[in-house]
Each structure stands twice: as structure tokens, then as C-alpha cells.
């Protein structure tokens, strides 16, 4: 790359706060706002993923572009950046912002239909925008440490049916319901049951159980989790069986151990559940052993891409 | 009011093309944008209301404002402005604009908690944001006239338990997809039944039968809707009977009209359903005659709120 193209780019940590790229440009993430008139915001028509950069390389990149473009499609939407674009755009990001450790959103929304169009998302154009900034915990350290106190949401997860949540939404309606239900009730967040009482997931992560030594996460109502996936890797690695499998209230609740996991917090022992104490109030051991080799594989470089900062 | 600050407030119609306020700021309908990271837009943690202005004047601003402060109050959302900043606000918005017929639009939303706060909206300040611009017709006048043509949508409205639709909001997932539908099969517009088959409501609007001179709307699902209880006054007007309760699918079928209403389109009789022709493929008598006194009220000045212009 020549100087002047270099130049062009911005210099590498020029928006230490968060950098940001809106439908073609780049700025500092305090200057990435949206119309509030896009259908994006106003009818939530969006899909997006979240990749994590640790220790200067992303984490499981292609696998969350792979399911971040499966998103779009299945919202048939049609940004004009390909794959090979976006990729790019996320390493220009955070070089941007010069992070080493970072929380990198990736968005593609609808704008709205021309004045005159009918009123149909058919003719509105999709774009993209994105964001790095500083590693955000879902949970402080302190809180994984300690283990996580939850508790069971009286608001049910919307359902598969109406809004798929494999294709990952800001339709947080019932979630954010249950975070307030967590506040009331002094837990640190919430599960989520569908209608007919089976566990699917909570604000940002997916749930998993320990029982008999087997690891074992919802098959409705959740996200494909990258994070799940690793999970699922790692008790390949240690010879623990794993299953997707419906997973009752009741058995939750007779769980041996549960565990979160998410982009933004990795594998997370919940130690609590509705004031119950699980494994004399200290994260389990299956738990505990999944969380130490996940971080430790991270800083091995598993499944790392080095960003480029140059 | 005293010149300086009437120089202050801005000149009459200097944004023609829409005025908006975003959390204390007045600006062209063009620059009023969010912040990506702000969860109004993250987490769809928003409500809002929509209210008409006809001719220089809102129509039965009160039940707006009065149905608007409900949501915020329902999702514990608490900006700073009083009703009567809001009001005052939607005035200067349409002011601005010096538009005689507008769309007016206000939502309050979550931004996010301080950076270091637990990822709950607990801590999350609610601000308000508002535009007011060129009318909008959810259906052009030409549709109105023909009658519209609508599907019943494949895809099931969210369910009351987990996204509550007396608090208008941002959650359009599954009514996106209903368009998606109705656009695939060369409708208008889709209609949208809950879980168990009975309607609720579709992209917008709440709709009605009619059948043995009675005009039902649905009893769940659906928007208590302003528009709904002033088609609910003029049967009054007419000594029409009507009701609220639950309308299952076959009624749907075999109702003697269909309607819609909603703020952006007032009453608007449907003339086919998933193909099937009702009413000879014209407006039905009990729809046509609400239609038509319901803009007739409107010209009288029916529940209306004169802009204040000065």
C-alpha cells in the first residue's frame, strides 16, 4: 500500500475511544449515529453479529461472518459489501482503533422505502455498519469469579416462530423485561422458558447444564452461539459428552451446574438460581475446568486471526 | 414572547421537508440520528406513538400523549420531559416544518448504562426523540379507493407475554416478514393471527369485520389503537353495535367487510382476502361509510388540536 492510501486510511489507533464504519465510512464510534427514520431502528429490521478481538487477533472470524452473512440472507437482505469486504472493514476497524482487546459489532440494517414506494421492506435498500470498541465483560471478572447469581423469568422468550432467533436480533423486548425482573429480585440476570416451560436462553448468552457429566444446552429458542460452539469443542477436548436436546424447567433446576457463554464473557458459572446455591455457592467443577482451558486456548491463538494493525 | 427568543425557536417552515427534536435539540428532519450503541436502537428498548396532524391541527392529541406517557411508564422509562414539554415540543416540530398535514412521530428510548455499570437497562437513561414530517399514507389513496388486498400471513404475531402490543413498539420482526409474504404473493398488506388462530392486527394497523351490521376488532394482539376508538364513536354515531372479543380465522373468512384503520390512513375497507373477493371487489356500505364520516368529522375540526404556528 502506498503512502497516500495509507494516509488516506487514518493512522492505526487514531480513535483510542471506539472507531466505527457507517455505510461506507469510517469515524470515531461517538460520530456512528443512524436516521431515526431507517426502518433499522424503527421497525427493528436488522441483524448483526458481535466478534471479539483479544490479545490482537479476532476470535472464530469466519465463523461469525459465515453465520453474520446467513443472517442477512435470511432476511434477504443485500448490502453492497461482500464477505471479503467486510472482513476487511472489521481489521480497519480495529486497527483504527489501535485495541488490542475489543468488542467489534457488525450490523446490516434496512434504510426505508423511497418516498412513494409502498410501504413494503421489499423496496428498502440494506446497509452496513459496524463498530470496535474497548472489551466490554457482559459480567466484571469479579462476577465470573464468584460465580453468577440468575434467576428464572416470568416473561417466556418470543417465540421461533415469530421472529427466528437464530438469526441474531435486536428483539430484546422480553429480554430486557427479564433484566428488569433480575434487577427487582437482586439476581444478576435472567433464563428464559418458552410457552411451554423449556429453557432457551438469556440477554446475550446461551444456558447450558451439567448433568452426570454431560454439558447440554437447549435445542429452541436460542442462538447458534459461537461461543456454544467452543464450548462443545472443548468438551470434545476433555472427553466430556455434550448434547443440544430440550431442556425442562425441572431439570434446570436439578442441573448439577450451569454455565453461560457469550462472545462478550466467554464460558460464565452460574452459582445461583432463584436463591438456590449450587456446588456450596462456588462455580462447578465442570464449569470451572471449561472456563480455564477456554482462556487458555484463546491464549494459545486458537481459532485466532491476527488483526492487521499496519 | 419576546423577539430574541422567537428568533431563537427558529422561523416557521424552515425545514420543509420535516423538523425533528432529538433529546433537548431542534434540526432538519435530515440530521435527527441515533447513536449505533445506544440500546433504543441495540435492543429495540423504545416505545412511541404517532400522531396526525390534518389540515393545521392534531388529531385527539391527548389520547396520544396520554397513551405515550403510558408505554414509557410500562417499559419504566422516565426522560425529562414533562407532557407538557412534549406537547409543547410536537407544536415547535410542526411549527418548523410549517406543514399543514404531517406525520408526527415520537418515541422515547433506553441509551445505554455508563461504561463500568452492570449491563442491566436499570441504569440506562430514557431520552426522547420526535420528528414531524410530510404526511404519510400507509396505503396511497388510489388503494383506498380500489380496497386493499390482504393475505393472512404464515408467520404468528408475537405473543402478548413477551412483547406487550398495547405498549407500541419496535418489535416488527414477525410483521416484516408478514410483508415479505403479502409482497411474495402480490397483496398489499398481510394480516396476522396469534399462536391460536385468532386475529390480531397487521403492519400498522388494527383491523375490523363487520358482520350482521357489527363491527368487531380483536380483543388481543393488538395496538389499542386511536384510530380504532374513533371508528368505535362514529358506529356510535351511526348506531352501529360494536365490540371487542376474539375473532377466530373462520370468521375472518366469512365476515361480511373487512377494515383497517390506523393514524396514517384513517379508515381503509379491504376487497380481497388470500384472493377471495368480498363485496363484489368495492369498498363494502358499513366500511365506505365509515371511511367517508370518519374525514368528513376530520373537516369539522372532530377532536382537533390547532397547530400553534405563530
Redesign the interface.
Given at each position: 500500500m502506498d503512502a497516500s492510501s495509507a494516509e488516506k486510511r487514518g493512522r492505526v489507533g487514531q480513535w483510542p475511544d471506539g472507531a466505527?464504519y457507517?455505510d461506507g465510512n469510517y469515524m470515531p464510534?461517538?460520530d456512528?449515529?443512524?436516521?431515526?427514520?431507517d426502518?433499522?431502528?424503527?421497525?427493528?429490521?436488522v441483524t448483526y453479529d458481535v466478534v471479539g478481538v483479544w490479545d490482537g487477533a479476532f476470535f472464530r472470524l469466519d465463523d461469525h461472518l459465515a453465520r453474520f452473512r446467513r443472517s442477512m440472507t435470511r432476511l434477504?437482505m443485500q448490502p453492497r459489501e461482500s464477505d471479503a469486504d467486510i472482513r476487511a472493514m472489521l481489521h480497519e476497524i480495529v486497527r483504527l482503533s489501535g485495541l488490542r482487546r475489543a468488542y467489534v459489532a457488525m450490523?446490516c440494517m434496512r434504510a426505508r422505502p423511497p418516498r412513494g414506494a409502498?410501504?413494503?421492506?421489499?423496496h428498502a435498500r440494506a446497509y452496513i455498519?459496524a463498530?470496535a470498541?474497548p472489551w466490554v465483560w457482559?459480567?466484571?471478572e469479579e462476577l465470573q469469579a464468584r460465580g453468577i447469581h440468575a434467576m428464572v423469568a416470568n416473561?417466556?422468550?418470543?417465540?421461533p416462530?415469530?421472529?427466528?432467533p437464530t438469526v441474531k436480533?435486536?428483539?430484546?423486548?422480553?429480554?430486557?423485561r427479564a433484566?428488569?425482573e433480575?434487577?427487582d429480585a437482586g439476581a444478576?440476570t435472567a433464563l428464559l422458558l418458552d410457552?411451554d416451560g423449556f429453557l432457551t436462553e438469556g440477554?446475550?448468552f446461551n444456558v447450558f447444564i451439567v448433568r452426570d457429566g454431560a454439558v447440554i444446552s437447549p435445542d429452541r429458542g436460542a442462538l447458534e452461539g459461537i461461543t456454544r460452539k467452543s464450548v462443545f469443542d472443548l468438551c470434545d477436548e476433555f472427553g466430556l459428552r455434550h448434547e443440544i436436546r430440550p431442556v425442562p424447567l425441572a431439570e434446570l433446576r436439578e442441573a448439577d451446574e450451569i454455565l453461560l457463554a457469550t462472545t462478550a464473557g466467554g464460558v460464565m458459572p452460574v452459582t445461583r438460581l432463584d436463591g438456590r446455591i449450587f456446588g456450596n455457592d462456588r462455580p462447578g467443577p465442570v464449569s470451572a475446568r471449561l472456563r480455564e482451558r477456554f482462556w487458555a486456548r484463546r491464549a494459545e491463538g486458537w481459532h485466532a486471526t491476527p488483526v492487521d494493525y499496519t
Amino acid at each position: 500500500m502506498d503512502a497516500s492510501s495509507a494516509e488516506k486510511r487514518g493512522r492505526v489507533g487514531q480513535w483510542p475511544d471506539g472507531a466505527a464504519y457507517v455505510d461506507g465510512n469510517y469515524m470515531p464510534v461517538g460520530d456512528a449515529r443512524i436516521p431515526i427514520t431507517d426502518w433499522g431502528y424503527r421497525r427493528s429490521d436488522v441483524t448483526y453479529d458481535v466478534v471479539g478481538v483479544w490479545d490482537g487477533a479476532f476470535f472464530r472470524l469466519d465463523d461469525h461472518l459465515a453465520r453474520f452473512r446467513r443472517s442477512m440472507t435470511r432476511l434477504r437482505m443485500q448490502p453492497r459489501e461482500s464477505d471479503a469486504d467486510i472482513r476487511a472493514m472489521l481489521h480497519e476497524i480495529v486497527r483504527l482503533s489501535g485495541l488490542r482487546r475489543a468488542y467489534v459489532a457488525m450490523d446490516c440494517m434496512r434504510a426505508r422505502p423511497p418516498r412513494g414506494a409502498p410501504y413494503n421492506p421489499v423496496h428498502a435498500r440494506a446497509y452496513i455498519v459496524a463498530f470496535a470498541v474497548p472489551w466490554v465483560w457482559l459480567f466484571s471478572e469479579e462476577l465470573q469469579a464468584r460465580g453468577i447469581h440468575a434467576m428464572v423469568a416470568n416473561t417466556p422468550r418470543i417465540p421461533p416462530e415469530s421472529v427466528d432467533p437464530t438469526v441474531k436480533n435486536f428483539h430484546w423486548g422480553d429480554l430486557t423485561r427479564a433484566l428488569f425482573e433480575a434487577a427487582d429480585a437482586g439476581a444478576d440476570t435472567a433464563l428464559l422458558l418458552d410457552a411451554d416451560g423449556f429453557l432457551t436462553e438469556g440477554p446475550g448468552f446461551n444456558v447450558f447444564i451439567v448433568r452426570d457429566g454431560a454439558v447440554i444446552s437447549p435445542d429452541r429458542g436460542a442462538l447458534e452461539g459461537i461461543t456454544r460452539k467452543s464450548v462443545f469443542d472443548l468438551c470434545d477436548e476433555f472427553g466430556l459428552r455434550h448434547e443440544i436436546r430440550p431442556v425442562p424447567l425441572a431439570e434446570l433446576r436439578e442441573a448439577d451446574e450451569i454455565l453461560l457463554a457469550t462472545t462478550a464473557g466467554g464460558v460464565m458459572p452460574v452459582t445461583r438460581l432463584d436463591g438456590r446455591i449450587f456446588g456450596n455457592d462456588r462455580p462447578g467443577p465442570v464449569s470451572a475446568r471449561l472456563r480455564e482451558r477456554f482462556w487458555a486456548r484463546r491464549a494459545e491463538g486458537w481459532h485466532a486471526t491476527p488483526v492487521d494493525y499496519t
